[in-house]
């Protein structure tokens, strides 16, 4: 007796080895920024994920409820965000290095899923409300380590250190790339770290 083809064979990926775990996991987040990379976040697609993975469309709403969630778990899983902060021994060649790296992050797969990612957290807030502490946790951790070392170099005060201050330089980076797209200019860097975040730490009437 002859059997028809799986899913997996007709699509042309072929019969693979059953796979589990973080070995299974690890496919499909390489899938999962391969396909971010070729079509982008408004194209992208589980079933395309789980074809390129050879894997089924179940294990991965398994897991993940949807593209965002699985989305922000391949980047993780992938080490994209930075692990250390630059510590080049002055407040802003720290930040405008935080900024630039950053920058060019954006300026690639990063910014593809950062983009669509904040698209949809406006189309569907209550949905990925939970998603966005995981996309800034890290970022704006590196940016309290970069200003907690200015404030003990007594660069800046430590009362002036403040959540909003933290992600403000961020924010900003954010907000130019959404409006303008990559690459961000050097330029936008240098003047939200000179014009705007700077004379806010520096600022002698600032509690």
Known sequence: ????????????????PRRR??????????ATLAE???????RLAMERIAARAGASKVSLYRRWPGRPELVVAALQHQGIEPEQAPDTGSLREDVLALLRRGAAMLDGVFGQAARGLMAE????????????????????????????????RGEIRPAVITPQLVGLAPALVDHHFLMHGAPIPDDVLTGIVDNLLLPLLTDPRAS
């Open 1 to 16: 007796m002859v059997t028809s083809p799986g899913p997996a064979a007709a699509g042309g990926h072929g019969k693979r």
């Open 21 to 30: 775990g973080e070995v299974l996991y690890a496919a499909i987040f390489d």
């Open 36 to 42: 971010l990379a070729e079509v982008g976040y408004s």
């Open 121 to 152: 957290t406006l189309t569907d807030p209550a949905r990925t409300a939970s998603l966005r502490p995981h996309m800034f946790t890290r970022r704006n951790a590196l940016m309290r380590e970069i200003l907690d070392r200015a404030a003990a």
